[in-house]
């Protein structure tokens, strides 16, 4: 018999463990989202389906609700992305556009369960404003501005009547109507609401 080798196989290259854990306890709560209401899901449950003990869930998450965020933010920050470069109205509707089509599908699904469990879950509520709404909200608030100051919208435009304008249609379908928000749709609003508040506001 030969005798064992003294050297030990290299380790094959690819994400740490604790790397690939968190993944998969991301991964797990996210799809736990999608099949099932906030209320419902537990950090037990998500760690048995990410294949990992309680502990090393609660190792990176103090809270279920800081977890599913932070699913959420995951598939957020690849799906929908907002641009630097180009005029800002066009920069504008494409993060509208994009928006929309995660509005759509498995996504919509879990956005709106978010949104009804905010309702009745203040960490959950805050957690959400603060990390999720107020950063995106800025944004746009800021592309705004810089339309304005190229005068591309009027200087008179109150800027969160505008911004409710194009997003509150997308979120009554979500919502209420649970109607596919297509493309066609998305541009219909935004370039009415952009019109409209041209017309309003008619350069000097």
């Known amino acids: 018999m030969s005798a064992p080798s003294s050297t030990q196989p290299a380790r094959r290259a690819g994400r740490p463990r604790s790397e690939e854990s968190r993944a998969s306890i991301l991964d797990a709560a996210y799809k736990s989202l999608r099949r099932i209401p906030v209320s419902e899901i537990t950090t037990v449950h998500i760690a048995r389906q990410a294949g990992v003990s309680t502990a090393t869930v609660y190792r990176w998450w103090s809270t279920k ?44 699904v879990v956005t709106a369960r978010l949104l009804t469990a905010i309702q009745d879950n203040s960490i959950l509520r805050n957690d959400f404003l603060k990390r999720v709404y107020s950063p995106r909200e800025m944004e746009l608030r800021a592309t705004v501005k810089e339309a ?30 649970h ?3 297509d493309e066609s749709y998305v541009v219909a609003i935004f370039d009415q609401v952009v019109a409209a508040t041209r017309a309003q506001h008619p350069a000097r």
Request: hydrophobic share 45%; glycine share 10%; charged share 25%.
């Open 179 to 181: 109607e596919r928000i």
């Open 148 to 177: 304005i100051k190229r005068g591309d919208l009027p200087p008179e435009l109150k800027i969160n009547l505008f911004l409710d304008s194009i997003v509150g249609p997308l979120l009554a379908r979500l919502l209420f109507r």
């Open 65 to 108: 609700e800081a977890l599913l965020l932070d699913a959420f933010l995951y598939t957020v920050e690849h799906e929908v992305v907002f641009q630097r470069e180009g005029l800002p109205l066009e920069r504008l509707k494409g993060y509208i556009l994009q928006v929309g089509r995660f509005f759509t599908g498995a996504n919509g």
